[in-house]
């Protein structure tokens, strides 16, 4: 997500959403997945403060960030940090312009937070990688 190519494809992606996508997998709906996404990109920028997962999840997720952060896409249904679970109703329109805002923030470089509640410490490198995963594995949940 650090880069312009990867950024203007993530953007590309998130146009072709309209409030009737339907999910291929999973429980949120369109507007839900936006600011799931959104948040999930808020959270390198400092702008979403997360807890840390509880131990031994922490040791966990250390031993398995390599292997999340090479090819391939995530796991379907992975568990996710408290701070970005959305249950609520959202609006499309709102959601989509905030994804499309931390998109933007997060692509220019606007790191602050230094560790992942799951994954422990993150360089800016792993940051943009895992947020380009996640935002690519919802955009696919979506179909687009």
Same mark, same amino acid.
């Given at each position: 997500m650090l880069n312009e190519a990867d950024k203007n494809e993530i953007l590309q992606r998130i146009e072709k959403l309209t409030p009737q996508s339907q999910p291929l997998w999973g429980s949120m709906?369109?507007?839900?997945?936006?600011?799931?996404?959104a948040n999930g990109a808020k959270m390198p920028?400092?702008?979403?403060?997360?807890?840390?997962?509880p131990f031994?999840?922490?040791?966990? +997720?250390? =031993?398995? !960030?390599?292997?999340?952060?090479?090819? +391939?896409? =995530?796991? !379907?249904n992975s568990p996710t940090a408290k701070e970005l679970k959305i249950v609520d109703t959202k609006d499309f329109e709102t959601e989509k312009a905030n994804f499309i805002t931390a998109v933007k923030k997060l692509s220019e470089g606007a790191i602050k937070a230094d560790k992942h509640p799951f994954f422990g410490k993150m360089t800016a490198q792993e940051w943009g990688r895992i947020n380009y995963k996640h935002?690519?594995?919802?955009?696919?949940?979506?179909g687009v």
């Open positions: 709906n369109v507007a839900q997945m936006l600011a799931h996404c920028t400092g702008d979403i403060k997360t807890t840390p997962a031994p999840f922490t040791l966990l +997720g250390r =031993l398995i !960030k390599s292997k999340v952060l090479a090819e +391939g896409p =995530l796991r !379907k935002n690519d594995h919802h955009l696919s949940q979506f």
